[in-house]
């Protein structure tokens, strides 16, 4: 692969983007990794096509997604444009969306973020190098603990 | 056809995958499975284009909902995504999602799960060998028994 | 026209596939009817693809919607995926679908379903034949009586 | 131009596509005008899609929606498909919709339909001419009086 | 580039482009910029083409959302179309929407349209001109004051 491209907002409460860099160097340090950051979710589109254009063919995004109804209307357009690019360019694309309804203690809201973007530049590396097939049904979550499977 | 492909993830709490593989197995044992786990619903596009480019030409996706709105509105996402796939490259396409709000109860929640999974590889494998016109309006129900026809 | 399409499901409780058949050949006998029967109202765009590719160059999609959430959302993804359809191939696509959440009586929503299914075979031929600018802003309805104009 | 379309639907409870068509040739009338009728909301893109191709390049839709979610989802379909056809063919399209909530009193809705439907017309003159801009940010609404620009 | 386009809407009640314009002309006076007005938002897709047509790389949309779960819909309509010219042209836009239902008082809803108008000229110039990632995850805002990071 030519490079992974990280994709954050200035919208977001968290610099996500940084820890998932972090994560991405830590794990694939011979990987290119490159940074666009964007105003807010719906722009990510258009920067992870910049990447693409630049090279990229994985592509992580961290988004932050406010708590009202506009904001899940924008976080639904963002992720059918994510989609989009995934089945017509052929990149892989994973996201890692905050959203502020997801806590309500600010503080729970930044480590949930640190965990997400963190454990899914994990999950990307991991598709990358193959797939997830022994984590199947284990009841994963990023962001939060793990739930893991119903026995 | 070359191949079916199933597409599972590390969200959901029941290995899925393997319910449907052995399902596909059952029924039609000299057709090659290949399988990918990715992290979430929303990763299932990806996944099922990576086995279509692999020769696979029917998909059975196994997916796992959490019960807010966000993940409602990433259900739809999913949905749109596998829709378009199946526009654009005219492979076959199931989805067996398990949403959490179905249950209260984690082993109710299960026992849907491994019904879905399993009904829904037999509903791919009929309609590759034909379709299902015997059954049409019968009411039929995957995750739960049969409601059957308003008499 | 080559054929006319039905597509229906094996979720629904009622026949309306066989209703729909009735209708059109009863109205247009010397065409041709071909039928596919899916699983649920998502499939009913790969079932519209695939009667499109044999031939048919107007399809009825006869579906059945659950009342939860999800189902509504279910029910946009199938929307979407046949305006799609129609956008790429020009070929004309109704779709019938009874709403669980329509009635709370069995044997009205099966009213429904019948009454509908067949009002709208009525539709695709009439457009096929012409259009319906005779009833235009009449306030017509499929699976009740017609509303009609506002005086 | 070689002519404006305008989509129409039995659904509709006001005759829409008259009125809109009386205000077209009144600001136009050296301009053809085509109509086309279908039954309901969602099937407007086939419409606008078929005078599209008999030449017509600028189209106004007349289209009534319901009250209840699922008629709320059916207009977004429809809102999307209208845009898809501009995206990719470079047609104006305008939609004038009633929505049955938007009024108690069946009077009130027919004025706010023909109100919605002549100014939408004029609206799509006004751009096939030139633009808005002189208008811009003045509060202008179709089906209800102005409500003007914040002062 | 050639050209920077600004689409704004009749229907809002803040002169939105004009403040948008302002701001742009003020950043980048070497630039040629040009606008266009539709009626509402769902219209921004065909203006922004427009102006693309004419040989803008870059596009600012400046809409006002009324507060009615149809607008909602319309806002995601809206978003949708604009991401989608984004894949397709490799064009930049970004959308500066003001909803009505973000403040009760008319005043106040005024600052937040000039607000964000004029910020999101800043993010367009910006991206144009490298990125924002000194501003990552900085907890930005456009229409009220910046929130910052969680510390």
Same mark, same amino acid.
């Given at each position: 692969m030519d490079c992974i491209g990280v994709v954050?907002?200035?919208f977001a409460r968290v610099d996500m983007g940084s820890e998932a860099i972090d994560e991405l160097r830590s794990?694939?340090?011979?990987?290119?990794?490159?940074? !666009?950051t964007v105003p807010g979710i719906k722009n990510t589109i258009w920067g992870a096509k910049k990447l693409m254009k630049e090279g990229c063919t994985a592509i992580l995004v961290v988004g932050w997604v406010g708590p009202s109804l506009t904001d899940k209307l924008s976080y639904l357009a963002m992720s059918l444009g994510l989609i989009e690019l995934q089945i /017509?360019?052929?990149v892989? !694309?994973?996201?890692a969306t905050v959203h502020e309804d997801e806590a309500t203690d600010e503080g729970?809201?930044?480590? !949930?973020?640190?965990?997400?973007? +963190?454990?899914?530049?994990?999950?990307?590396?991991?598709?990358l190098r193959g797939d997830l097939t022994e984590a199947a049904g284990r009841g994963?979550? /990023?962001? +939060?603990p793990d739930v893991g499977p119903i026995i």
């Amino acid at each position: 692969m030519d490079c992974i491209g990280v994709v954050d907002t200035t919208f977001a409460r968290v610099d996500m983007g940084s820890e998932a860099i972090d994560e991405l160097r830590s794990l694939a340090p011979d990987v290119v990794v490159k940074r !666009i950051t964007v105003p807010g979710i719906k722009n990510t589109i258009w920067g992870a096509k910049k990447l693409m254009k630049e090279g990229c063919t994985a592509i992580l995004v961290v988004g932050w997604v406010g708590p009202s109804l506009t904001d899940k209307l924008s976080y639904l357009a963002m992720s059918l444009g994510l989609i989009e690019l995934q089945i /017509q360019y052929d990149v892989l !694309i994973l996201d890692a969306t905050v959203h502020e309804d997801e806590a309500t203690d600010e503080g729970e809201l930044k480590l !949930i973020a640190i965990d997400r973007a +963190r454990k899914h530049a994990r999950n990307l590396v991991a598709l990358l190098r193959g797939d997830l097939t022994e984590a199947a049904g284990r009841g994963l979550r /990023q962001g +939060r603990p793990d739930v893991g499977p119903i026995i």
